[in-house]
C-alpha cells in the first residue's frame, strides 16, 4: 500500500509545518512559553529597578512582557519561514509517496527516498501527519493526498514510527 501526497511548498504549508512542529512540542519548550518567560522575566526586572511599584509600573511591565514574547515569537516563526523561502523548492510542487519501504519525494529537480529509520517518530494532527527526526520534519497534510487516505496514511505510519495523537 502506498499514499502519495501532492504538496505545493508555499508559505502557507510552511507556516502550517512551523505551526505542527511547536504544537507537538512539550508546553514548557514552545516558543510562547520560552518567551513568556523571557518577558515576565524582563518585566520582574523592569519593576524591581523602577520604585516605588505603582499600578503605571505594574501596567508598564506586563506591556514590556506582552511585547517581548509576541515579538519574539513572531520574529522567530518569520525567520524560520524566511529560511524555508530561501530554499529551491519554494513555490513549486512536489509528491510525496509514503509506502511500506519508507518515504520517498520527488520534485522537478531532486529525487530523495529514506527508510523508515529516518524518520522514527510521527504526530497525527486532525489535518495530517508529521515526520520528524532529529534535525529535519516532514510535512504531510491530508488535502494533499492524490492516492490513498488519511486513515491508511495514519496506519502505516503508526506501523513504521513511534506515532503520537493529537487529532482528538
Known amino acids: 500500500m502506498a499514499i502519495t501526497y501532492r504538496i505545493r511548498a508555499d508559505a502557507a504549508y510552511y507556516k502550517t509545518t512551523i505551526d505542527r512542529y511547536d504544537q507537538q512540542r512539550p508546553r514548557y519548550l514552545r516558543y510562547s512559553t520560552q518567551y513568556g518567560i523571557a518577558g515576565l522575566t524582563l518585566a520582574i526586572i523592569w519593576a524591581s529597578m523602577t520604585p516605588p511599584l505603582t499600578e503605571q509600573v505594574i501596567f508598564q511591565s506586563l506591556a514590556i512582557a506582552a511585547i517581548v514574547t509576541i515579538g519574539s515569537v513572531f520574529i522567530t516563526k518569520?525567520?524560520?519561514?524566511?529560511?524555508?523561502?530561501?530554499?529551491t523548492d519554494f513555490m513549486q510542487e512536489h509528491d510525496v509517496v509514503v509506502?511500506?519501504?519508507?518515504?520517498?519525494?520527488?520534485a522537478p529537480h531532486v529525487k530523495s527516498s529514506w527508510t523508515w529509520p529516518a524518520y522514527p517518530y510521527s504526530v497525527r494532527f486532525r489535518d495530517g501527519i508529521l515526520l520528524m527526526r532529529k534535525g529535519a520534519i516532514r510535512w504531510l497534510p491530508d488535502t494533499a493526498i492524490m492516492d490513498g487516505d488519511a486513515s491508511s496514511a495514519t496506519t502505516l505510519v503508526a506501523s513504521k514510527t513511534t506515532l503520537r495523537r493529537m487529532d482528538r
Open 78 to 87: 518569520h525567520g524560520i519561514l524566511w529560511r524555508f523561502k530561501r530554499r
Open 99 to 106: 509506502s511500506e519501504d519508507g518515504i520517498s519525494a520527488v
